[in-house]
């Protein structure tokens, strides 16, 4: 009886799993759609881009500290901060050992994909959709890690060596990034148990919650203009893939 009851609740978790990544396709199938028939331009996707980054994906992450008690989440997010360093310090070494038989121009690109994986678009509605507000607080963590990284590494990796005053410019414009100031904003509130009048956590919650759709659109746009001939031809993509996708997560 036991087992049946056990089995039922895996079922209805495969089940709520699957219902959602068929909601998060349909929502890529109408951005496909809507690029395709020129209802989203080229210029309103740069400012749906914009309005998910600088706007939406902020308070979807500060309302994900909203109403958190339990001591066990606290506990996790100092746990979730030793976690990320580590991954990134990992996904970067290991990529760089990795990638050592790339020999051309391509081996910066791979290694920066490799490190850089998109955690904004994809990750948080998928968070969303499988854990909920815990999810997202974790997430946001390791997004922190993220754009520290892509602000700092990323860009040497490109430009070289940074000036002083390259490096201070990329060190602002990492503290003022909105992610950043929501998840330090959110760390606040949930460590010293402010209290956030209602009028204020309905307003960020709804606004919070155009980020899955926005993301999952802006991909649906971005993939309607990806010629994939361009791509498949190219020994080194596969070679990235395979250390992106299965390698490093399973070093991780």
Known sequence: MLSGFYQGEIDLEISVVFNSIISLFIMIAVGFYSRKRDIITEEMCKGLVNILIQIALPFMIFTSFLNIQSSSVRENVIKTIYYSLGAYVLMGA????????????????????????????????????????E???????????????????????????LGGGELLQEIKRTLL?????????????????IKIPEVLIS??????????????????????????????????????????????????
């Open 177 to 193: 990034n909105p992610s950043i100031l929501a998840v330090c904003v959110g760390l606040l509130v949930m460590f010293l148990n």
């Open 135 to 161: 999810g997202i607080i974790y997430g946001s963590i390791f997004n922190m890690f993220f754009v520290i990284f892509v602000w700092t590494y990323g860009v040497i990796l490109y430009k070289g060596r």
């Open 203 to 252: 307003a960020s919650k709804g606004i919070g919650n155009l980020t899955v759709p926005l993301s999952m659109m802006i991909i649906g746009s971005t993939l309607s203009k990806v010629k994939l001939n361009t791509y498949l031809r190219e020994w080194s993509i596969y070679y990235g893939a395979l250390i992106k996708l299965i390698i490093i997560p399973m070093i991780v």
């Open 94 to 133: 290991s990529s760089y050992l990795l990638l050592l038989p790339v020999k051309n121009d391509k081996k910066t690109v791979l290694h920066f994909a490799n490190i850089f994986v998109n955690t904004g678009y994809v990750g948080f509605p998928i968070l969303d959709s499988l854990y909920g507000p």
